[in-house]
């Protein structure tokens, strides 16, 4: 088999990696996917919006107002981050995103985070009662972190 040649646009540095064009935007498009997904934020999405933004850990845990033993436990996966944390994370990601790169935040921005860190369901519950030998459906409404 023959080995083909790369693009042009390709290159390769020092210890043999290859640089990826255009790196920083494809940061900013995956950092902003994260933060205005409709789930729960996971502990290694945050450190990826910490990172991507440049900062410190104990920078990015001062802007939280958390400790960063906190910070560190949300980034490891050794405790769930909160709903309030969570869209605190989002917000500060836009606003300090924003700032880096000298541009507006977008208006409906808020709106958008609130909407993608909760969302509600509703259930069918099965209660069962042993003691009376008793079965019963209930619905019930959710709300979901």
């Not at 646009?9 to 205005?36: E, K, M, N, Y």
């Not at 990826?48 to 001062?62: C, I, M, N, P, V």
């Not at 985070?113 to 030998?133: F, G, H, K, Q, W």
Request: a neutral charge.
């Amino acid at each position: 088999m023959r080995p083909t040649a790369l693009p042009s646009s390709f290159h390769f540095v020092r210890r043999g990696l290859s640089a990826i064009p255009r790196i920083i935007d494809l940061q900013t498009t995956i950092g902003q996917a994260l933060a205005l997904q409709s789930v729960p934020m996971a502990g290694k999405e945050a450190r990826f919006l910490r990172q991507h933004l440049g900062l410190k850990a104990k920078e990015w845990a001062a802007f939280l107002h958390v400790d960063t033993a906190t910070l560190s436990r949300w980034e490891n996966g050794g405790q769930m981050i909160g709903p309030q944390a969570d869209s605190l994370i989002r917000l500060m990601y836009f606003c300090l995103l924003a700032e880096k790169q000298g541009c507006a935040i977008p208006e409906h921005l808020a709106d958008q985070v609130a909407a993608a860190v909760t969302y509600r369901t509703d259930a069918m519950v099965l209660l069962i009662n042993p003691n009376e030998s008793t079965i019963g459906l209930i619905n019930e409404h959710w709300e979901h972190r």
